[in-house]
């Protein structure tokens, strides 16, 4: 099926139905399901079902998606070929007024190994043009997975340059982003460590666990450390490691909660939930781990996360974590964590506040729904999906003092730990 096909009639109608049915049986919070979605869905019933194409089709089904107003919902055909920077790059933009070139995207974020990085892309170049076509807010660029797209880019030169970004690489039936270098370790200042992790891969994350422990012991006896999350979108259960070696001890982070177990009052119950409390330092012993919650399984019972008691470090009590608008789902856990236990001193910018468990399904006709169905909750109660986690020291993005090589976030960090 190519985007233009058209679809036929009962065919909309069919995936239309499948998708609020979903919606009904798993969406983790019922009651935004009401009256007011239920007007949402007539009035855009008409648009929907009058699509011309599947791309149209796959716009005013999001449309009508969007004003359940949260994050991890998405519609889209399964023979999907065109990602986001976000993804496909693993790079973040934000959108700004650039004066010369009026409002524009300006990369934030930018991951070492990954597409845009290789493309000498960096933070604060602004984006003009994507193959060919202007590409200016609102609109956001989009890249064919599979290809080589041509961005036209500014950078701290003021002139305009084309550069050439594969975005993905097809491998059998799936399609592989370049995957950016996950975690990195240097030492910016004396005595100070810095750690950056791009991301948490993996449903357990055996290997991003095992490379941020190797990246601490490389940096040696530390007196700060400074833990870099800005662009971290989130992934798996590796982040658990990240926080178990902001800690010595074995302290209960939080848990998610489905829709059934959202509508009881938890604060009485969390304490008989199981535990995650260890990462297995092998691949082959995730057996293991799915015996432990095979029980779990049958119940559906939310799962605490619990940090896996790792022992003293010379840093701890002298950590900075930076954060930004593009901080989000597990590396949002990080932060609170650290937050609500005092365990880091938080600068850059408030994050995202997207802080779900989700998944897709199926809707019919080569379609796929994903959606939110579970509530994520901290030990202490807080739920963030909608709030974005504020930093200790608020220090906004400066795109053009980046793009001159001034990265002040960092700076402010390095400053702290000196005192």
């Given at each position: 099926?190519?985007?233009?096909?058209t679809?036929l009639?009962?065919?909309?109608?069919?995936?239309?139905?499948?998708?609020?049915?979903t919606?009904?049986?798993k969406?983790y919070?019922?009651?935004?399901?009401?009256?007011?979605?239920?007007d949402?869905v007539?009035t855009?019933?008409?648009?929907?079902?009058?699509?011309?194409?599947t791309d149209a089709?796959?716009?005013?089904?999001?449309?009508?998606l969007?004003?359940l107003?949260?994050?991890?919902?998405g519609?889209?055909?399964g023979d999907?070929?065109?990602?986001s920077?976000r993804?496909a790059l693993s790079?973040?933009?934000?959108?700004?007024?650039t004066g010369?070139h009026g409002?524009?995207?300006?990369?934030?974020?930018v991951?070492e190994?990954?597409?845009a990085?290789t493309a000498?892309?960096?933070?604060g170049?602004?984006?003009?043009?994507v193959d060919?076509?202007?590409?200016?807010?609102?609109?956001?660029?989009?890249f064919?997975m599979?290809?080589?797209?041509?961005?036209v880019?500014?950078?701290s030169?003021?002139?305009k340059?084309?550069?050439?970004v594969?975005?993905?690489?097809?491998?059998?039936?799936k399609?592989?982003?370049?995957?950016?270098t996950?975690v990195?370790?240097?030492?910016p200042?004396l005595?100070i460590?810095y750690?950056k992790?791009?991301?948490?891969p993996?449903?357990?994350?055996?290997?991003i666990?095992n490379?941020?422990?190797?990246?601490?012991?490389?940096?040696?006896?530390?007196?700060?450390l400074?833990?870099d999350l800005?662009?971290?979108?989130?992934?798996?259960?590796?982040?658990l490691r990240l926080m178990?070696?902001l800690?010595?001890?074995?302290?209960?982070?939080?848990?998610a909660?489905?829709k059934?177990?959202?509508?009881?009052?938890?604060s009485?119950?969390?304490g008989?939930f199981p535990r995650?409390?260890?990462i297995?330092?092998?691949s082959?012993?995730?057996?293991l781990?799915a015996?432990?919650?095979?029980?779990?399984?049958?119940t559906?019972?939310?799962?605490?996360l619990?940090?896996?008691?790792?022992?003293?470090?010379?840093y701890?009590?002298?950590?900075?974590?930076l954060?930004?608008?593009?901080?989000?789902?597990?590396?949002?856990?990080v932060t609170?964590?650290?937050?609500?236990?005092?365990?880091?001193?938080?600068?850059?910018?408030?994050?995202?506040?997207?802080?779900?468990?989700?998944?897709?399904?199926?809707?019919?006709?080569?379609?796929?729904l994903?959606?939110?169905t579970g509530?994520?909750y901290t030990?202490n109660?807080?739920?963030?999906?909608?709030s974005?986690?504020e930093?200790d020291?608020?220090?906004?993005?400066?795109?053009?003092?980046?793009r001159?090589?001034?990265?002040?976030?960092?700076a402010?960090a390095?400053?702290?730990?000196?005192v």
């Amino acid at each position: 099926m190519t985007k233009t096909n058209t679809l036929l009639p009962e065919v909309k109608r069919d995936v239309l139905k499948n998708v609020l049915k979903t919606l009904e049986n798993k969406f983790y919070k019922p009651e935004l399901l009401g009256a007011t979605w239920q007007d949402a869905v007539s009035t855009h019933r008409g648009s929907i079902e009058d699509a011309p194409t599947t791309d149209a089709f796959e716009s005013e089904v999001s449309n009508l998606l969007q004003t359940l107003k949260t994050s991890h919902l998405g519609f889209f055909h399964g023979d999907a070929r065109r990602a986001s920077s976000r993804a496909a790059l693993s790079a973040t933009y934000l959108l700004t007024d650039t004066g010369t070139h009026g409002q524009r995207w300006v990369f934030q974020d930018v991951h070492e190994g990954g597409a845009a990085a290789t493309a000498r892309i960096k933070p604060g170049d602004i984006l003009l043009a994507v193959d060919g076509r202007d590409i200016a807010p609102p609109e956001h660029p989009v890249f064919p997975m599979g290809k080589t797209s041509e961005l036209v880019v500014v950078g701290s030169d003021s002139a305009k340059r084309t550069v050439s970004v594969t975005v993905a690489r097809p491998k059998g039936k799936k399609l592989q982003y370049v995957e950016p270098t996950l975690v990195i370790a240097k030492t910016p200042a004396l005595n100070i460590g810095y750690l950056k992790v791009a991301m948490f891969p993996g449903m357990v994350g055996v290997d991003i666990a095992n490379a941020m422990s190797a990246a601490i012991r490389d940096l040696g006896a530390i007196k700060g450390l400074i833990v870099d999350l800005r662009g971290n979108t989130g992934g798996g259960a590796g982040s658990l490691r990240l926080m178990s070696l902001l800690t010595d001890g074995k302290i209960p982070v939080g848990f998610a909660a489905d829709k059934k177990w959202a509508e009881k009052d938890l604060s009485g119950l969390k304490g008989s939930f199981p535990r995650f409390d260890s990462i297995p330092e092998k691949s082959q012993f995730l057996w293991l781990l799915a015996l432990r919650f095979l029980p779990t399984l049958i119940t559906k019972s939310p799962v605490v996360l619990e940090t896996e008691g790792l022992g003293a470090k010379p840093y701890h009590g002298r950590v900075v974590l930076l954060v930004n608008r593009h901080t989000a789902s597990a590396a949002e856990m990080v932060t609170i964590f650290a937050k609500e236990n005092h365990l880091a001193t938080i600068v850059g910018e408030p994050t995202a506040g997207r802080l779900l468990s989700a998944t897709s399904a199926k809707v019919g006709h080569g379609f796929r729904l994903a959606l939110p169905t579970g509530a994520y909750y901290t030990w202490n109660g807080t739920a963030l999906e909608g709030s974005p986690i504020e930093p200790d020291y608020l220090e906004e993005f400066a795109w053009e003092e980046r793009r001159d090589g001034v990265d002040a976030q960092l700076a402010k960090a390095i400053e702290l730990l000196n005192v």
